[in-house]
């Protein structure tokens, strides 16, 4: 999805070469949300500094737009300043500059259509936009009428020109001082969909607007030591900030851009205008009653906002010695699941039983355990995670648990009702299909529960309750170690359920006990590494590959399949193995490749005799079983066989998932296809 970034240097000297530099590295940071072209807006003279705001003489800021990667930009860029000669080591006091990543929804990868989007040919409003302004045709038409064209096919391009249009406007009735953020929340008020935005400004130089309604935003606020400029943080911050002190401030959709620069940051919510001015920030938000005035501009009222600290370190964001993320990401997992349990399960010590603490889940456990359903809702990675986990919600917690895929549930507004307990499942927090759907639940009164890896995300901040799975920053786009920790973390959430239940202690004791010493299986099954690499080398050129799985597995073999799909950019289907004879088993022939999941659980004789079917019809299979049952599964020694350290059954899912990931992971390598960012995918699908 698209990717915000900007940074603004206040009394602290800076060169263009330098600020360049920051805002192409922030937009690295934002590669892994997927994207198709790029583009930035900085000064182009040092002498807009000391411009009065707002002035008509500021000169245009220069922009430059580009589809592709980054570095397409970045060289862009340079054979531009080459050409027109313009100053590297012109040295900035103040400076604002802005910068976007662009996956394309409205109109194809092209330079007019990237980001920064202009308010016409002297770039007197730029904007950079995550998310879909709705309402864009009608706004579209009545600028048109007022003489306004455009260049692009965007839904974004509306923005700068309504912003143009109504600092015109007050202009034309005699108020030279309209501020920057009344031209905004002006623009805001006719705005309809899904944004964060950040304004530029020729009137306003060196300052930046931020807004957001839906989509995420946050600020970084690094202050320096005015005798040493370097580097030295300042004591608590509080908002609204003004002093004069030499500062760097960076705005960005997520915290990966900023982390690098400052853990100070601020979550930016919606309906929020943040000004970044004069080495002070100020935050305002339309007072619903107050804020929308008959005929003048908006008025809103003022916002008092404090500091959180990242918990995050830049560490966590490289790839180490690893050649790709998912790469790393599949390796960490035995570190992920350890965070994502570590402080949650208690076994001895003063406690006698053995037992969960979830401390986000605790209050609303009982309110949980009377619901008449819980359903589960999620899209892609995190509906299979959920689905592999159904069967022990459902046995520990003796409550039907329901799944629904987000978008299908508002495509047919399934009921949800005031006693269902919805769980939306989300890596990122931030879906749109989702966030959604869990909008649709709280109108409908349901309790609604977050799980997610992602602190201060949409999901987060709008659910009752919920479970961070502290897997730590996943980037790349396939979901690897959060579908693993978002398995573990509803084990565990099944596990507090059913804790008041006398009949089923022992087989909680024995999922604790697993959990204690599952890092280490999980260790194990990844020295499958080398030999999942030799099978890829066999699956290379093939066109699909099926997975058979059922019980826990059935979501095994939908998520090795997506894998599969996502990365490799081959077909692969996961199928239940109890639907074979009723359509897939047409498909199987001696060349199919099929994956057939039957590790050692109560679903183990069945998946025998699929095997058996399947290779009475001469099918190329790969079984995945426990260690120790090759013998049993490979029929007549002609299949290949994965075998894979057993775990207790609501936990195997998760071991079983790892070489499915390996396989999909080297089947990408060896295809020569972009492991991190797969094509046409982005890592938070913030819009519908
Ligand atoms: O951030 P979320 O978990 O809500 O994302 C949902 C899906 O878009 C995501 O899981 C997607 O399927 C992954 N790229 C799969 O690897």
């Known amino acids: 999805m698209c990717g915000i970034f900007a ?163 007050a202009n034309e009735e005699g108020d030279q001082t309209v501020a920057f953020s009344q031209v905004v929340l002006e623009v805001m008020r006719h705005l309809e969909g899904a944004y964060a935005l950040i304004f530029k400004s020729r009137h306003y130089p060196n300052e930046l607007i931020a807004c957001k309604r839906g989509s995420p935003l946050l600020l970084g606020v690094k202050e320096f030591s005015p005798e040493t400029s370097n580097g030295a943080i300042f004591g608590d911050l509080k908002f609204p900030m003004k002093d004069e002190k030499p500062k760097e401030l960076f705005l960005s959709s997520d915290v990966h851009a900023v982390v690098e620069h400052t853990k100070k940051v601020l979550m930016i919510e919606d309906g929020e205008v943040v000004h970044l001015k004069d080495g002070g920030v100020s935050i305002l938000k339309f007072d619903t009653d107050k804020g929308k005035l008959s005929g003048g501009l908006a008025r809103p009222a003022s916002v008092q906002r404090a500091l959180s600290v990242l918990q995050m370190e830049v560490e966590q964001i490289n790839k ?78 003796g409550i039907p648990v329901s799944m629904e895929i987000a978008s299908d549930l508002l495509d047919r ?82 596990l507090a359920i059913g804790s008041d239940t006398i009949s089923n202690q022992a087989r909680r004791e024995a999922i604790i006990d697993g959990l204690f010493e599952f890092p280490n299986k999980v260790r194990e099954v990844l020295k499958l590494d080398q030999e999942m690499k030799e099978l890829a080398k066999l699956l290379i050129a093939e066109q699909s590959l099926l997975m058979f799985g059922r019980g826990y597995n059935y979501a095994t073999a939908l998520e090795g399949a997506l894998k599969v799909k996502e990365v490799a950019l081959m077909h692969s289907e996961g199928i239940l193995a109890g639907e074979m004879k009723h359509g897939p088993l047409a498909l199987v022939d001696e060349n199919l490749p099929i994956i057939v999941i039957a590790t050692h659980d109560a679903c183990f004789s069945k998946q025998q005799s699929v095997i058996q079917q399947l290779h009475a019809r001469k099918g190329r299979l790969i079984v995945m079983c426990s260690k120790g049952d090759a013998a049993s599964v490979c029929l007549g020694g002609s299949s290949r066989v994965i075998e894979v350290p057993q775990v207790e059954d609501c936990l195997q899912p998760v071991i079983n998932i790892v070489p499915l990931q390996l396989l999909a992971y080297h089947l990408t390598v060896l295809r020569g296809y972009n492991v991190d960012q797969p094509r046409n995918l982005a890592k938070s699908v913030t819009t519908e």
């Open 413 to 494: 507004q399934g009921p949800i009702y005031r006693e269902d307990t919805a769980v939306f499942v989300s890596q990122s927090g931030e879906t749109a299909d989702t966030l959604n759907a869990l909008q649709y639940a709280l109108e409908n009164g349901a309790l609604c529960v977050g799980i997610t890896n992602t602190v201060g995300s949409a999901i987060a901040r709008t659910t009752h309750c919920g479970i961070h799975i502290n897997a730590g920053a996943e980037i790349g786009v396939a979901s690897t170690k959060a579908y693993t920790s978002q398995i573990v973390v509803m084990v565990m959430m099944a």
């Open 7 to 169: 940074y603004l240097n206040y009394n602290l000297n800076r060169e263009r070469r330098y600020i360049l530099e920051v805002l192409f590295n922030g937009l690295r940071r934002l590669e892994y949300r997927g994207y198709d072209s790029a583009g930035i807006s900085i000064d182009c003279s040092s002498s807009v500094s000391n411009v009065p705001s707002p002035s008509p003489h500021s000169p245009p800021p220069l922009l430059f737009r580009q589809e592709g990667n980054i570095e397409s930009l970045v060289k862009s860029v340079y054979q531009e300043v080459d050409a027109t000669k313009l100053n590297l080591e012109e040295t900035f006091s103040v400076h604002a500059g802005i910068a976007h990543t662009r996956w394309a929804t409205h109109g194809e990868p092209a330079p007019r259509n990237s980001h920064p989007q202009s308010s016409g040919p002297e770039n007197e409003f730029l904007v950079v936009h995550n998310g879909v302004i709705t309402n864009y045709e009608v706004l579209k038409e009545t600028l048109v009428r007022h003489g306004f064209t455009f260049d692009s096919e965007t839904d974004t391009e509306v923005i700068p020109k309504l912003a143009k249009f109504i600092f015109d406007k």
């Open 320 to 397: 180490g010695n690893y050649e790709h993320y998912m790469q790393k990401e599949i390796h960490q997992q035995p570190e992920s699941l350890t965070t994502t349990m570590r402080g949650r399960l208690i076994r001895g010590g003063s406690c006698k039983d053995k037992t969960v603490l979830l401390g986000g889940l605790k209050e609303h456990l009982r309110t949980i355990r009377r619901s008449r359903r819980i359903v589960f809702i999620g899209c892609g990675t995190s509906y299979n995670a959920a689905l592999a986990s159904r069967p022990i919600m459902e046995e520990l917690s």
